[in-house]
């Protein structure tokens, strides 16, 4: 059983930075391809970054390419979310999520197969 679990939300200032962790166990963590998305109050989840299994292939969302990195750490089973020059609007849940069947990530929500249970960032103004 594939098992996501985000760390490292929580509250934080406009123009500050966050790191979002997304430990994995249960699979072949290098085998995966791996997403973050958020969801605002009242919004759909929409894509934030992909990451391919080596790590060497990355993509954005285009309106937070610059301020938002995405990163992983196969020998710990773990992505990450460096977050810098949040904004209010940045404000959401964030999730992870594992693609089994892709080798660089996708920013369709509906080629995930697994997804954690996602932290909240606050972005103060």
């Known amino acids: 059983q594939v098992q996501l679990v985000e760390s490292g939300g929580g509250l934080v200032q406009a123009g500050g930075s966050l790191r979002l962790s997304c430990a994995a166990s249960?699979?072949?963590?290098?085998?995966?391809?791996m997403g973050w998305f958020r969801q605002a109050p009242g919004k759909e989840r929409e894509f934030v970054a992909a990451?391919?299994?080596?790590?060497?292939?990355?993509s954005y969302a285009d309106s937070l390419k610059g301020r938002f990195t995405i990163s992983r750490d196969n020998a710990k089973n773990t992505v990450y979310l460096q977050m810098n020059s949040v904004r209010p609007e940045d404000t959401a849940v964030y999730y992870c999520a594992a693609d089994r069947d892709s080798n660089y990530g996708q920013r369709s929500r509906e080629s995930y197969d697994y997804w954690g249970q996602g932290t909240q960032v606050t972005v103060s103004s």
């Open positions: 249960g699979c072949t963590f290098s085998s995966y391809a």
């Open positions: 990451i391919s299994l080596s790590g060497r292939i990355v």
